[in-house]
């Protein structure tokens, strides 16, 4: 081992056992600044071929020989993956047989001489992470982290706990390359935070560390060969060999949304014609995100997206209470709501969710949940169309230099959510042109339920075009009154003969 890795194994190492040299490792630089890295958590890797998974076990083992009766979670997504990944790379050490290890088949667990063992695991489901509640980690490694589902990270960070004061650390140490069904997640957590890993940050909640150290094949070519270089070179979808050679986390493999550029979608804050028509997309959740997202359409039938509603813990009916105001508040007296089609169901006696939105006054329109239909009319809607009347004036100031626009914008800081949903959105596993639903996509799905009902974008007969059509009478706000829907059927569902672009009239207009 070069002298500066053995300088840093002996620093990290109480017991005085070069574990690394015992185990024939020797880590390259990033790998080494990974083991020396004293962060509550630490994210290593970008590329493919960094020597990720290596560093990751290594360390597993290093912690459990420096920390007697330490307690390890050593874990990937799915069983299948454990074993070919990481448990083929412990067997590699042989199971860590000369520091004393002992590894056990029957229960995937490596154990120590010292007390110490490396429990290897795997998170697929909400079902998987239910084994771990109640069970003490001092440290949890998780190799590629942004493949397992958004919410283990969370609950897998409740169990980094123990009582043994003679074991200092509760330590999250992962591995990840861009894409899966965490990689916002992951990025927004230590990519973006630690702008790309240039800096440490604490996490105002709960106080703890976290540092992101980026690994690329290059940094590797001495144990992974330049004809692995060759074969990531090679990959001929750009944003895929962006992602899996240079490790970018803007591009990833796997990207359902390629076409979504920031700087061509986000557009400075403008006034919106109030005689444009107006959607409304809801994504029903009260434990999971409830989200709402308004759009106007032009005359071109390109999508304006101005305001977002995303939270957790509301009431069914607080939350037609909090639209209904919003729009108000605004003066927007014609707006059509298309809503998640399951808020349909009678799950108990009582009331829908639709039915319960309805009495506060509230009409909704059950949408087309066709997803492959609706991610269609997503990817057209990020396609380019006429020149708009912003993107004509910056061409004015030199600002803009084509003749076309994309046909959706979104207004500068109005829909956070839906901009960091998007991009990060990765194709299901199974049903392969399908979005994986396992990801944050409540505002996507609430950004389709509008564009189903609405009929998508592209040009009408007229550009002028902003009839609203006939509207049904408004129904009096009586949080009290019978269900709107049984009173007044037309005011839930398209009367028939409405055209696409008519709209509903809100309970509020005067």
């Not at 979670?73 to 069983?79: A, D, E, G």
């Not at 959706?408 to 299901?428: G, I, K, M, Q, W």
């Amino acid at each position: 081992m070069p002298r500066t890795g053995r300088l840093i194994a002996d620093s990290l190492d109480p017991q005085g056992v070069d574990v690394f040299r015992v185990l024939r490792y020797v880590p390259h630089e990033r790998q080494q600044a990974f083991h020396a890295a004293t962060e509550d958590e630490t994210l290593f890797g970008g590329s493919r071929g960094g020597g990720k998974t290596k560093a990751l076990v290594m360390e597993g083992v290093r912690l459990a020989v420096a920390y007697p009766g330490i307690r390890i979670l050593l874990c990937r997504r799915s069983f299948p993956q454990l074993r070919s990944t990481v448990v083929s790379e412990l067997a590699k050490t042989g199971f860590a047989k000369r520091l004393g290890g002992r590894w056990n088949a029957s229960d995937y667990t490596l154990r120590f001489g010292n007390g110490s063992q490396i429990v290897c695991g795997y998170v697929d489901s909400a079902s998987d992470l239910a084994q771990y509640q109640g069970v003490e980690f001092e440290a949890i490694l998780i190799d590629e982290v942004a493949l397992l589902p958004p919410e283990s990270l969370p609950i897998l960070r409740e169990c980094l706990r123990g009582s043994n004061i003679a074991i200092p650390i509760r330590w999250l140490r992962m591995t990840a390359n861009p894409g899966g069904v965490g990689h916002a997640a992951t990025k927004v957590e230590f990519i973006d935070s630690t702008e790309n890993g240039a800096k440490i940050v604490t996490d105002p909640d709960s106080g703890r560390t976290r540092r992101f150290i980026p690994s690329t094949v290059y940094d590797n070519l001495e144990h992974i060969g330049k004809g692995y270089l060759g074969i990531l070179q090679g990959i001929k979808d750009p944003a895929r060999r962006a992602a899996m050679l240079d490790g970018s986390w803007d591009s990833f493999q796997g990207q359902v949304f390629e076409e979504w550029r920031y700087d061509r979608h986000v557009v400075p804050r403008t006034t919106l014609p109030p005689q444009w028509n107006r959607w409304c997309g809801i994504d029903y959740g009260r434990r999971d995100p409830w989200c709402v997202l308004w759009f106007a359409v032009d005359g071109d039938k390109r999508l304006w997206l101005y305001r977002e509603l995303y939270m957790t813990g509301v009431g069914v009916r607080d939350q037609a209470r909090r639209i209904l105001a919003l729009e108000r508040e605004a003066g927007e007296t014609y707006v059509r709501h298309a809503i998640d089609p399951s808020t349909a169901n009678h799950l108990t006696d009582g009331l829908s969710i639709y039915e319960e939105y309805a009495q506060e006054g509230l009409a909704c329109i059950l949408a087309d949940n066709d997803r492959l239909a609706g991610w269609a009319k997503v990817h057209d809607a990020l396609a380019d169309g006429p020149l708009c009347r912003v993107h004509e004036y910056l061409r004015q100031q030199g600002k803009w230099h084509e003749s076309s626009c994309p046909m959706l914008h979104v207004l500068s800081d109005t829909c956070p959510n839906f901009v960091r949903e998007l991009p990060a959105a990765p194709y299901d596993e199974t049903r392969v042109e399908d979005v994986d639903s396992h990801v944050s996509d409540h505002a996507i799905d609430a950004f389709r339920y509008g564009l189903q009902m609405m009929g998508g974008v592209g040009s009408p007969s007229a550009r002028d075009h902003v009839s609203f059509g006939p509207t049904p009478d408004p129904v009096p706000h009586d949080e009290h009154a019978e269900c709107p829907q049984r009173r007044h059927p037309r005011y839930l569902v398209p009367r028939e003969g409405d055209r696409p672009g008519d709209t509903q009239k809100s309970p509020f207009a005067s």
